[in-house]
């Protein structure tokens, strides 16, 4: 069975402190993403992987940066946490074989920031 | 740019009643169009999907049909389930690297 794990269900952190979120998959994937879910507005993409080291830009990156130095695990970084940083993040991965390719979505860190 | 439009919610129903949750499209190309259910908490999974014009993807009694004329991939379940509670979010993928586009989602309640 296909898994994607992430390392918190739930985190409480401060204001300026820096956050880290870990995702990883076991289907040997090579494209990772990083989503932000808040009420409303859906799911909008950070950033994504389509190879080990190679990163780009989502929808909305700004705060946030990210790290793949291994094909199985996908970092979220957020340098200087800030309240409106308070969302639920979730992780997926899935193959590059085109636009068909299903995502597999972790269960998501509900991340707060005090 | 791609998007993907949503009717509003929430949407409560009786078990047994017939859904629809209306979802449209505007895309670059020929996408693929997905459901994808958030069941509380947990991350999201795939219901369904077509990859082309006319195809019809089916899943769990739900069923949602690729309707380039109209742009629309709507989904339909003949009788819910309290089970089917849940968030049903639709998307599409128009590019490389299977990049979703996600609609804002919807909260669907059933009441026994």
Request: glycine letters at 8%.
């Given at each position: ?8 269900r ?19 994937h ?9 009420p ?10 389509y190879d080990v080291k ?24 957020l ?17 590059p ?6 995502q597999?979505?972790?269960p ?7 | ?10 949407v ?13 499209y ?37 069923e ?10 709507h ?24 990049k979703?586009?996600?609609g ?9």
């Amino acid at each position: 069975d296909v898994k994607v794990t992430q390392s918190s269900r739930y985190l409480v952190k401060r204001t300026g402190e820096k956050v880290f979120l870990e995702c990883v998959q076991d289907m040997d994937h090579e494209n990772m993403f990083w989503y932000r879910q808040d009420p409303g507005l859906g799911l909008r993409l950070i950033y994504f992987s389509y190879d080990v080291k190679m990163k780009e830009k989502g929808d909305i990156p700004e705060g946030y940066s990210v790290s793949r130095e291994k094909k199985e695990r996908f970092s979220l970084i957020l340098e200087s946490a800030s309240t409106n940083q308070t969302s639920m993040y979730l992780c997926a991965s899935s193959n590059p074989r085109g636009t068909g390719e299903t995502q597999y979505f972790g269960p998501g860190t509900r991340l707060l920031v005090l | 740019g791609n998007s993907v439009t949503q009717m509003e919610g929430p949407v409560t129903l009786s078990e047994e009643a017939f859904l629809t949750i209306n979802c449209t499209y505007t895309a670059t190309g020929y996408p693929s169009l997905f459901w994808y259910v958030q069941y509380p908490g947990e991350g999201l999974q795939l219901l369904l999907k077509a990859t082309k014009a006319d195809d019809k993807g089916s899943n769990k009694g739900f069923e949602a049909t690729y309707r380039k004329e109209t742009t629309s991939f709507h989904l339909e379940k003949g009788s819910v389930q309290v089970s089917d509670s849940a968030v049903y979010f639709c998307a599409l993928s128009a590019g490389a690297n299977s990049k979703l586009t996600f609609g804002k989602g919807i909260t669907l309640s059933v009441r026994p």
